[in-house]
Antibody, heavy 121, light 109 residues
Framework: QLHLQESGPGLVKPSETLSLTCTVS??????????WGWIRQPPGKGLEWIGT???????NYNPSLKSRVTVSVDTSKNQFSLKVSSVTAADTAVYYC?????????????WGQGTLVTVSS | QSALTQPASVSGSPGQSITISCTGT?????????VSWYQQYPGKVPKLMIY???NRPSGVSNRFSGSKSGNTASLTISGLQAEDEADYYC?????????FGGGTKLTVL
């Protein structure tokens, strides 16, 4: 059974870099044809797509976040990661990692439980 | 990319059918048959209900159906049940990524 688990600090100071890791179990990132993505949801608000990565390292990012976001993959650890630089209070959200069944990015069929990241001094 | 437009709320009585719309542009909803719908209960993880406009993942009730006309996609829930009360989000491929709708709160009266 496929399982995704987000991990990382729950509190980040303004202007610093938010870093999260998603550990995947039940399927090998390197030998599968799936894409892997990050989505966030500010408290009481809607979903926002952040970015997607393939096992080759190829990425796509939300244009509104592209200048501050980096998604990377570590196939040896079966993990992929998210970094958001120069964070502000507006980056406070529940961050989800998810599997994209294909390159369209709209078939997010497995999700992590989500992790709340608060940006505050 | 701008968020897709969904009504903030819809409501219906048990047994009725409701439809939630999702309006985009020719660069997203209208340009590709890659629209999906997610159901989310408060404090829970979103669940994929419809993908590629009208396809249901295994295990999703056939009371849920999707369609698209031009730049607007729709989710229809028939035989409304109390357990359908949740937030619903649409999502579309944009050619280079993904965009979500603002979400619709479904209330079962």
């Amino acid at each position: 059974q496929l399982h995704l688990q987000e991990s990382g600090p729950g509190l980040v100071k303004p202007s610093e870099t938010l870093s999260l890791t998603c550990t995947v179990s039940g399927v090998s990132i390197s030998s599968s044809n799936y894409y892997w993505g990050w989505i966030r949801q500010p408290p009481g608000k809607g979903l926002e797509w952040i970015g997607t990565i393939y096992n080759s390292g190829s990425t796509n990012y939300n244009p509104s976040l592209k200048s501050r976001v980096t998604v990377s993959v570590d196939t040896s650890k079966n993990q992929f990661s998210l970094k958001v630089s120069s964070v502000t209070a507006a980056d406070t959200a529940v961050y989800y990692c998810a599997r994209n069944y294909d390159s369209s990015g709209i078939r997010l069929d497995y999700w992590g439980q989500g992790t709340l990241v608060t940006v505050s001094s | 990319q701008s968020a897709l437009t969904q009504p903030a709320s819809v409501s219906g009585s048990p047994g009725q059918s409701i439809t939630i719309s999702c309006t985009g542009t020719s660069s997203d909803v209208g340009g590709y048959n890659y629209v999906s719908w997610y159901q989310q209960y408060p404090g829970k993880v979103p669940k994929l209900m419809i993908y590629a406009v009208s396809n249901r993942p295994s295990g999703v009730s056939n009371r849920f159906s999707g369609s698209k006309s031009g730049n607007t996609a729709s989710l229809t829930i028939s035989g409304l049940q109390a357990e359908d009360e949740a937030d619903y989000y649409c999502s579309s491929y944009t050619g280079s990524g993904t965009v979500f709708g603002g979400g619709t709160k479904l209330t079962v009266l």
